[in-house]
Each structure stands twice: as C-alpha cells, then as structure tokens.
C-alpha cells in the first residue's frame, strides 16, 4: 500500500507538470499569427508564472517574453498604420518593459545538458561539471536588440505620461545594454560621454519624480561625472539629495557646482558657506568668500552671503555694511532688500532689548531718538521685497512686527489683508 500512494504522488506531480508545460505551449499558439490575442494570452500564462514547477523552466518566461514582445509589435503596427483606436503608446511601452524583464529572468534558467550522441550520457567539462547549452537565449538576445533604440523612445512616452517609475526603468535597460552580460558579445557597443550622459540626466529625472531617491542620486552621480555638468543637472541633482534628506550629498553636488561654475552662479556658494555656517566654522565661510570677492569684486550676492555671515555670528554693523554694498551693486534685487531690511530691523530689535532695564521715561525717549527711527529705515527695503513672491511671507512677518513697534495700525491692517 505504502509503495502504491509514493506511486500516486509520483504520478499526480508528473501530471501536474505536464499539465504546466501544456498551458505554456498552449498559450504560445494563441499568442502567434495575425488573429492573436496577446491580453488573452497573458492572463492564461499568469498561473505558470507562479507555480514551482513551471516558474523555474525557461520557456515559461521566453513564452512569456514573446507574449509581451509581441503585443509592442503588433501595437507598433497598428500606430504605423495610423490605427488609432488599436493601439495605446503606454501599453506598448509598458509591455516593452515586461518583454525584456522576463527574458532576464529566462536567461539564467536557460541552460541544457550537452549529450553525447553515442553514450546518451551528459557531456562532461574538464572539471566534472557537467557540459551546458543554450535553448533560447540567442532568441532573446536577437529580440532585445532589435528593439534597443525602442526602449529609449518608450522613457520618453512614459515619463510624459507620468508613469515616471516605468519611465526610469525603459531608460534604464536602454542605458544598461552595453554592459547587459546576458548578451554576450552581442551587446551593443558602449554609448558616448554625451548620450550616456544625457539618458543618465533623464533616469534622474524620472527617478526623482517617482520618488526613487537612491536611483536618482545614482544616476545624477553617473551624468554629473560624463559631460551633463550643466547647472540645471546639478540643480536636480541637489534637489534629489536635497529631498533624500542627504545633506553630505548636497554638499558634494554644491561643491562640484561651484568648481565647474562658480564663476557665474553663486547660489552653489551659497548652499557652501549656509552649510559651514550651521556647523559654526565660520573661518572657513568667511575664507571662501574672501576669495570669491577678490575675484568677483562686482557680484552683488557674494557681498549679500557675505553680511549673513556676519550676521549669524551677531556683528550686525558689518553685516549692514555688506548688505548696504550688495544692493548699491544690485538695487533690483528682492532678496538684497529682504536681507538689508532684516538686519536694520534687528539692530534696532538689539538696541530695544539691552534697554529693557531702564527707566520708562529714559526707553520712550530712547524709542523716540534712536529705536523708531531705525525701524523707519528698514521699511522700504521690506516693502521692495514684497514684490517678490519667494519673499513677500517673511518680509511680512518682519513688516507686521514692525508696524505693530511703530503703533502704525493702517499699514499693519494693509500688510495683514495681503
């Protein structure tokens, strides 16, 4: 009895595979020739790709990988043909991206034993391990590669789709064929600095849209090494790391940022010297900056970065200096305005409160002859930096503050409203 159920198990697990391998070979016929009904097809196959006898064999993912292959094609067809309502550029592309993902998994499982016609017997290698061979995978190297240049037009559809994962993976497998080790030495020669460079901007982009941190990080490092060192790439790449919440990161990409274009963006001096003034290493800010004057004595935002500096180490009288000599360079610019107005409402926030001791009458004249004329001084230049969206809410809170200090209600009830 014990010897008739090991039988039946047996029997039920030879059943059970053969069973697999019948839906496969079945699903394949429905997928070919002009009447195939790929939708169909793919959700027939689905349970092969989950069961533990069929997930492991080869042709289970080639079948796979031609249902999806197959289903681009004929979508790309259709859209030459101007078939509007028989194809859809996502889907095709999407499905693009599947074809290729399951001929990766089919490339690790497609290995079968060499026999030796005369002895029925596996070939042996010089080390005993037994001899293998390919079934499929110079089909699917051949099927990759003729699409190649597809997967870079489907990033392109997907990231305007703003399907940004799949956008990321397409550019991905693009950028990743010359050095793919599944197509041997069929693989396509390595791209230029300036195409590698470009798609490797693009996966940043997506990745960065989608969320994908780490991915997006490793591929802004990837276009910021080649020729994509533009301020806009670098600009991203901060955002990335920015958002990451990567600050050594930020740093990196600032640092590269100022090397390669310092000489005419300066906010990548200013993530710098923020940085070393939040760790309090004020010598090393105040060095950097020097340089930078010396040799941009003209530049409004060095003078501008110059008196924050100083004002985060609480010498307000030079930092008024500095913000006083940015906008006699730079009379237009709100954040200069913002920052010159700031530090003259903080000196006279300094003077009011070392008073606090004195005697009633000795502060209201002390208000009258020096607080409230500073206070004065300062609205203008807050009231210009209104005019800029990025500044109008601090410069409110400065202005309400203000106003409040003076007893001014009809312009604290203006600011309000705004």
Avoid at 31 to 42: I, Q, W, Y
Avoid at 278 to 297: D, G, M
């Amino acid at each position: 009895m014990k010897k008739l159920c090991i039988l039946a198990v047996g029997l039920l697990s030879v059943t059970a595979v053969s069973a697999q391998k019948n839906l496969v070979n079945e699903v394949e016929g429905k997928s070919k020739g002009f009447n195939a009904d790929f939708e169909a097809a793919r959700k027939e196959l689905a349970p092969a790709l989950t069961n533990p006898e069929s997930k492991e064999d080869a042709r289970t993912w080639f079948v796979a990988g031609n249902i999806e292959f197959g289903d681009y094609m004929n979508q790309k067809l259709q859209k030459a043909a101007a078939n509007i309502d028989k194809y859809n550029d996502v889907k095709m592309s999407v499905a693009l991206i599947n074809g290729y993902n399951n001929f990766m998994t089919a490339f690790p499982l497609d290995t079968v034993p060499e026999i030796d016609k005369k002895t029925g017997q596996p070939k042996l290698q010089k080390d005993g391990s037994v001899k293998v061979k390919t079934k499929y995978s110079k089909d699917m190297v051949k099927k990759i590669l003729e699409f190649q240049d597809d997967f870079a037009s489907a990033g392109e559809v997907l990231y305007y789709a703003k399907d940004f994962k799949n956008a990321y993976n397409a550019w991905d497998i693009y950028v990743g064929l010359p050095n793919n080790k599944s197509l041997g030495n069929k693989a396509p020669k390595a791209y230029g600095d300036t195409v590698f460079g470009d798609f490797e901007y693009f996966k940043g982009l997506a990745a960065l849209q989608a969320q994908m941190y780490p991915e997006a990080l490793a591929a802004f490092d990837n276009a910021v090494a080649t020729t994509k060192n533009d301020p806009q790439t670098i600009d991203f790449a901060i955002a990335a790391a920015a958002e990451a919440k990567n600050d050594a990161k930020v740093i990196e990409y600032a640092e590269i940022g100022n090397k390669l274009h310092g000489d005419s963006v300066v906010k990548y001096l200013n993530i710098i010297i923020n940085d070393k003034i939040n760790h309090e290493q004020y010598a090393e800010a105040q060095q950097l900056l020097t340089k930078a004057i010396e040799v941009s004595p003209d530049n409004a935002d060095l003078y501008d970065v110059l008196g924050i500096l100083y004002q985060s180490q609480k010498d307000l009288v030079k930092a008024r200096e500095c913000f006083e000599k940015a906008a006699q360079l730079d009379p237009k610019s709100p954040k200069i305005q913002f920052d010159l107005g700031r530090v003259i409402f903080a000196q006279a926030a300094e003077i009011s409160d070392n008073a606090t001791n004195l005697p009633t009458p000795e502060y209201n004249k002390l208000r009258e002859e020096k607080i409230d004329p500073i206070l004065r001084e300062a609205i203008p230049y807050l009231e210009n930096a209104l005019l800029d969206d990025s500044m109008v809410s601090e410069a409110k809170r400065i202005l309400r503050s203000l106003y409040y200090s003076l007893n001014d209600d009809a312009n604290l009830k203006r600011v309000e409203a705004m």
